[in-house]
Every structure is written in C-alpha cells, then in structure tokens.
C-alpha cells in the first residue's frame, strides 16, 4: 500500500498555490452595468422610457421621532423609543413616522414580536397612535407636514379598526 504524501502522519496538508487576497477588489461601476440589458437595449434604439426619481409617500423625520420617544412609555412611563405600528407593511419595511407611539424597548421587542391576535395589536397601535398624537398636540410639536402625513398614513388603519366610520364617510 502507498502513502500520500499529504496524508502521513507529522505532515500537514500543504498548499500547492498561495492564498488568494481576502479583500474584494472595488471595481468602478461602469454606466452599462446601472441598468438591465432590456433598458440598454430600448436605448440603444431610441425607446427607452426615462424614469424619473419619486419621492416618498411616507414621512420619514428624525426630529419627529424624537419628540415621540421624549414622551416617554405609554405604559410604564419610563424610557422610550418611537415604534412604528406593524399595519399594512413588509418585513424590513418601516410604517410612516407619523403613525410612531413610545414604548419602552422591552415593550416594543414585545409588540414586534406578536404574542396577541393582529386584530388586537392592530387596535392597541390606533390607541397608542392616538394617544401620542393628542400629547404632541398639547405640547404644540405636531406640525403641519406630519398631520398631513398622518391623514393620509391612518386610513388604511381606520378602515379596519373602525370599519363603521369608513361606511359613513362614504
């Protein structure tokens, strides 16, 4: 019976070729590669539709997230951080801040995480919501741009929590 070489004992595994580099060579994105071939090719031949950026339809705003949380917890009172309601979103996608209450970070894990009916936590965020946006009102940091933001934001919302209002709204 032959030995290889690599396997006799008080020999390691040698390498035949050297270790290649860990680190990811950067490339410059070149301009083809920012769009998909069908797009090259309706370019190529004059037909490609410009596509202009959107803006967001949902608010996004630090300061506003602030003044949620320096509310403090709904509950315990304590310190808080601005959650997001869980209503009529993805996962990894955020809700409009506008629709943000302070719960503190055990509590918040705890809403994220389920552990009661949707139907519940979906009444339990229209209360908090509300609760909040009464607070900030009273404290006059409930701007314009966020009730704006707001009106459009809740009635996905309301037309589950309060079906009997949207019947009559219409």
């Given at each position: 019976?032959?030995?290889?070489?690599?396997l006799k004992p008080g020999k390691g595994l040698q390498r035949k070729t050297p270790m290649r580099s860990s680190k990811s060579l950067k490339t410059k994105q070149s301009s083809k590669s920012r769009f998909g071939l069908a797009?090259?090719?309706?370019?190529s031949l004059g037909r490609a539709l410009k596509h202009r950026e959107?803006?967001?339809t949902v608010l996004r705003s630090v300061q506003h997230r602030?003044?949620?949380a320096a509310l403090g917890c709904l509950i315990t009172g304590g310190?808080?951080?601005?959650?997001?309601?869980?209503f009529g979103k993805g996962m990894?996608?955020?809700?409009?801040?506008s629709l943000c209450f302070p719960l503190?970070?055990?509590?918040?894990r705890q809403h994220d995480q389920g552990g009661m009916s949707r139907e519940e936590r979906w009444k339990r965020e229209w209360e908090y919501v509300d609760q909040t946006r009464a607070k900030l009102i009273r404290k006059g940091l409930w701007p314009t741009h966020v009730e704006q933001a707001y009106q459009v934001a809740i009635q996905p919302l309301a037309r589950v929590v309060h079906?009997?209002?949207s019947e009559v709204s219409q």
């Open positions: 019976m032959s030995w290889n070489n690599t797009q090259r090719i309706a370019e959107s803006e967001s602030r003044n949620v310190e808080a951080q601005a959650c997001h309601v869980n990894g996608l955020k809700a409009c801040d503190c970070p055990e509590l918040h079906p009997e209002l």
